[in-house]
């Protein structure tokens, strides 16, 4: 089965930058759309930006202008720029397989992003 491995996530100031990655596995990961989603506790899982396997992207009101999601299939991996971050970023993201009703395979098990402020 496709396995995803998020990793990057770390405590940052408020301001500062993180870049994320997600690396899969047993996927025909050049014509998959990626995105990468974010969830805190209590909260769904949110959408924050996703990207074609021709690299279309589209990306929630809450981070458009601030991050920036990337890909490279030579890597199998998914990007996820994070500048200006804010406390309100704070949350474990993850990646997934973009399907025709959202994300279509099982969760990695996250990266944890802090923020401080």
């Known amino acids: 089965q496709v396995q995803l491995v998020e990793s990057g996530g770390g405590l940052v100031q408020a301001g500062g930058s993180l870049r994320l990655s997600c690396t899969a596995s047993r996927l025909i990961f050049s014509i998959s759309a990626m995105g990468w989603y974010r969830q805190t506790p209590g909260k769904e899982r949110e959408l924050v930006a996703s990207i074609t396997s021709v690299g279309g992207t589209h990306y929630a009101d809450s981070v458009k202008g601030r991050f920036t999601i990337s890909r490279n299939d030579a890597k199998n991996t998914v990007y996820l720029q994070m500048n200006s971050l804010k406390p309100e970023d704070t949350a474990v993201y993850y990646c997934?397989?973009?399907?025709?009703?959202?994300?279509?395979?099982?969760w990695g098990q996250g990266t944890q992003v802090t923020v401080s402020s």
């Open positions: 997934n397989k973009q399907g025709s009703y959202g994300p279509s395979v099982a």
